[in-house]
């Protein structure tokens, strides 16, 4: 018997689109029920969004950071590494000029902190075992490279 995970996600804009594309706003609220609190969205500044608020493209790169640090630390613990700290400092890219217009590359930068003294080439292993497991990393087509530094408490 498979099991589905579904999720849910509610989107709501309200203004006009009446004076044409450079007018209207791009603004908009997301929900994600069950989960509490409101995203205030909008586009890219490139194509005249707000930048005070979060635009897809940041979305989906913060969904690739979370989920590799999501799976690393369960691949970890499974393996019996302590993991103190896990800071990731990521990056996308999306070219304008390559049709269709989409994120390219997404470059993780993982600075993880552990316990004790597994060596480097176990801890590497790890983060290519939970690149395999990341759920978002298996659902995108963009290509997904992970620069680790690893640290020792």
Not at 9 to 36: E, I, K, L
Request: glycine content about 4%; overall charge negative; proline content about 7%.
């Amino acid at each position: 018997m498979s099991r589905a995970h579904t999720y849910e996600a509610a989107a709501r804009w309200q203004g006009s689109t009446g004076a044409g594309y450079d007018f209207y706003s791009r603004a908009h609220d997301v929900r994600c029920p069950p989960a509490d609190g409101v995203l205030a969205l909008s586009s890219d500044p490139a194509f005249r969004g707000q930048p005070g608020r979060l635009n897809p493209e940041q979305l989906l790169l913060a969904a690739a950071s979370s989920c590799q640090l999501l799976s690393f630390l369960a691949v970890a613990a499974r393996a019996r590494i302590d993991v103190v700290a896990y800071e990731d400092d990521a990056s996308a890219r999306m070219p304008e000029d390559e049709k269709p217009v989409r994120v390219t590359e997404i470059t993780l930068r993982p600075t993880i902190t552990v316990r004790g003294d597994p060596s480097e080439e176990r801890l590497r292993h790890l983060v290519e075992v939970a690149h395999r497991e990341c759920f978002i990393a298996n659902s995108v087509s963009s290509t997904i490279t992970i620069e680790p530094t690893f640290r020792r408490e």
